[in-house]
């Protein structure tokens, strides 16, 4: 499995600095926040730039985080999150990110028949997405009243039945939501469009927010059973290391990559 890493990691930088400090610290590979890289354009710099700098620094952008708003909206509310999906297609397709992220949503009053509007939905989005020769990688969300277990991404996954759709899996979702670890069992290398590494802080479960995520190994999550299961799957993409601590956010982010980078290397190998 190959080491990538998540603009989140660093959220307080800005994004040149992010593709010069993480190809200092070893990083071959980033996962874009796309938030970062739109405010890098809205401030007067281009795509040809974005596209120099990653070239000069030699780093790859192998995916791109993330669009919502795309599973369960209607009217108006959904014409606005397709427009922003086609305007973030086009900055994929222009930096070489082959995979975005799509997350799953908590509307109010779902039924087993809003499973069917997910999946035409998730479709339409998939459809938009291969214009672009993206795919799309869904992402269950710990809490969502919608897609929150490995379970049922799975099998809206399967429902909508496009060849450029695959599961986003985040081992802090996955263990601090409601998915089982049997729910393994049933893992298979080609469903994985990307994986997401981060451990968690030894605090009670239900307080736990993106803010407790930390670096691997740091935390309590069964990450060596985890991720060897998805390694076990024949599974050799990028797991990217996407961390929301504040105390990171706080630190110098060239040192922040450079553990972020010893980090995931070490632990990865460790799975060898």
Known sequence: MLPCINQATTMTTDFATDIRVYSEAGFESVELWLPK???YLQEGNSLE??????????LRAVAACAQGGCLASSGEERRS?????RARLLLCQALGAETLVVYSESPEGVTEATYDLVAANLREVCSIAAEHRVTIALEFIK????IGS????????????SPNLGLLFDTFHFYAGISKMEDLDDLEAQQLALVHVNDAADRPREIWTDADR??????VLPLMEILGVIRNSG????????LFSRDLWDEDPLAVATRAYTNLTEYLAALQ
């Open 214 to 219: 930390v670096l691997l190994g740091e935390g």
């Open 235 to 242: 599974y050799d993409g990028y797991c990217s290391l996407e």
């Open 49 to 58: 730039s974005a596209q120099e700098l990653l070239r000069r620094v030699g």
């Open 143 to 146: 809490g969502s009243r919608l």
């Open 150 to 161: 490995l379970a049922t991404a799975a099998d809206v996954i399967r429902r909508a039945a």
């Open 37 to 39: 890289l739109e405010q």
């Open 81 to 85: 999150a397709l427009d922003q999906l």
